[in-house]
């Protein structure tokens, strides 16, 4: 079984500072990593996700992502953020290789960005 | 826009009556799963189906259940509806249904049991 922690419930910061969003999971198998964002009264869209091969991992609207497996880790950054990233922000497991997706998500990490 | 549509967007039912959730996958798409998202939570994986069958499932009661049509579209039905069952209900479709492979949601389903 795959479990997610995502260690802060709410994050504020100003426009244009830089922003991590912290993620920790356990598995006792491998596992496939996924960031996701939900704006209001959305679903959900993927941000960028690690499968295998070079641990910083680059997404959408210019956040990225590294993955730490001493840590088991997969913190989200962004340099510079908009008051469009506003949002709730999801990180998700899934086992590597399986036959269905069965993503575990965390909790969420509200993102509010004010001017 | 992902190309995933549900449907109803909102809808109030009473405790102990059955809902119907419908979602239309995304073209080319043979693969969709359920999830659950009450308020203030992270979805909960309630199953997926792949070319009409069911292989895999969350840790939902049986009276959560669904069907895939072969035009890939789905439903997922829930019986006898308990208060715990408010939520957003969200479908996503993927090309096939192996995990790592990006799935597209939808903007979901608002049930609200009272």
């Known amino acids: 079984a795959q479990s997610v922690t995502q260690l802060d419930s709410q994050v504020p910061v100003f426009e244009e500072a830089p922003v991590e969003l912290r993620c920790n999971y356990s598995?006792?198998?491998?596992?496939?990593l996924f960031w996701y964002v939900q704006y209001p009264n959305q679903g959900l869209q993927l941000l960028l996700k690690?499968?295998?091969?070079?641990?910083l991992v680059k997404g959408i609207n210019g956040f990225e992502a590294e993955f730490n497996k001493s840590q088991t880790s997969f913190h989200l950054r962004k340099p510079s953020v908009h008051i469009s990233d506003t949002a709730e922000y999801f990180c998700?497991?899934?086992?590597?290789?399986?036959?269905?997706?069965?993503?575990?998500f965390g909790k969420g990490t509200l993102l509010t960005v004010n001017p | 826009e992902t190309g995933v549509t549900q449907s109803p967007t909102h809808l109030i039912k009473t405790r102990g009556q059955q809902v119907t959730l419908r979602c239309s996958s995304q073209?080319?798409?043979?693969?969709v799963s359920w999830y659950q998202q009450a308020l203030g939570q992270g979805p909960q994986f309630i199953f997926q189906?792949?070319?009409?069958?069911?292989?895999g499932r969350g840790n939902f009661p049986p009276r959560f259940s669904g069907l895939q049509f072969p035009n890939y579209s789905s439903e997922l039905n829930v019986n006898a509806l308990e208060l715990d069952d408010s939520a957003l209900y969200l479908c996503?479709?993927?090309?096939?249904?192996?995990?790592?492979?990006?799935?597209?949601f939808g903007e979901g389903s608002w049930l609200t049991v009272v």
């Open positions: 996503a479709s993927s090309v096939d249904q192996y995990s790592g492979n990006t799935i597209y």
């Open positions: 598995s006792s198998v491998s596992v496939y």
């Open positions: 690690y499968l295998s091969g070079s641990t």
């Open positions: 998700a497991v899934s086992p590597s290789g399986g036959s269905n997706y069965k993503l575990t």
């Open positions: 073209s080319g798409h043979n693969t």
């Open positions: 189906y792949y070319r009409e069958e069911e292989n």
